[in-house]
T-cell receptor
Framework: TQLLEQSPQFLSIQEGENLTVYCNSSSVFSSLQWYRQEPGEGPVLLVTVVTGGEVKKLKRLTFQFGDARKDSSLHITAAQTGDTGLYLCAGVYYNQGGKLIFGQGTELSVKP | NAGVTQTPKFRILKIGQSMTLQCTQDMNHNYMYWYRQDPGMGLKLIYYSVGAGITDKGEVPNGYNVSRSTTEDFPLRLELAAPSQTSVYFC?????????????FGSGTQLSVL
């Protein structure tokens, strides 16, 4: 079973600060997704990255897929209180029949 | 737009009781999934279905059963509830295509087994 690890598990910052969340695996992904989950709700897809080295931007969020397709990062610039939530990465491995494997999540708290 | 609807929102069970978690989607998606989410553990796949009449086990299927008689509905059955099944359960659906799947999640069922 491939292990997909996210770090840090918890992050508490002040509004206006920058932050980066990491998602790492020892195996190669065919694609990787980032989800955001608010309390009492299900995860919502933010982005999908497919190509090694790919960078995607979603307003203040920047997503990067590692060249070797084993890792990804999510960078938030000038965090806002509305960014508070659980961020989950989920990867599709070549030998897992296309099913998503989720990381354990990063709990982000942005304080005013 | 309803999307994926789960009921109930909350439930408390006694050990040994049984219950069915309901999930329905109105997007005509072929694929449906059940996940459980425990603190610090992310989401673990319980069962999934690629179409009506077809189901398969995920990572953590023990203690659960599913059926898929229609495209819209994918209920999850707990026959003999155990404390280890205390968790938040999410149903999701997707439409297979040529690219990576996009999962649409329901808002979850919080289950406590006491």
């Amino acid at each position: 079973t491939q292990l997909l690890e996210q770090s840090p598990q918890f992050l508490s910052i002040q509004e206006g600060e920058n932050l980066t969340v990491y998602c790492n695996s020892s195996s190669v992904f065919s694609s990787l997704q980032w989800y955001r989950q608010e309390p009492g709700e299900g995860p919502v897809l933010l982005v999908t990255v497919v190509t090694g080295g790919e960078v995607k931007k979603l307003k203040r969020l920047t997503f990067q897929f590692g060249d070797a397709r084993k890792d990804s990062s999510l960078h938030i610039t000038a965090a806002q209180t509305g960014d508070t939530g659980l961020y989950l990465c989920a990867g599709v491995y070549y030998n897992q029949g296309g099913k998503l494997i989720f990381g354990q999540g990063t709990e982000l708290s942005v304080k005013p | 737009n309803a999307g994926v609807t789960q009921t109930p929102k909350f439930r408390i069970l006694k050990i040994g009781q049984s219950m069915t978690l309901q999930c329905t989607q109105d997007m005509n998606h072929n694929y449906m999934y059940w996940y459980r989410q425990d603190p610090g553990m992310g989401l673990k796949l319980i069962y999934y279905s690629v179409g009506a009449g077809i189901t398969d086990k995920g990572e953590v299927p023990n203690g659960y059963n599913v059926s898929r008689s229609t495209t819209e509905d994918f209920p999850l059955r707990l026959e003999l509830a155990a404390p280890s099944q205390t968790s938040v359960y999410f149903c999701a659906s997707s439409r297979p295509g040529t690219g990576p799947e996009k999962l649409f999640f329901g808002s979850g069922t919080q289950l406590s087994v006491l």
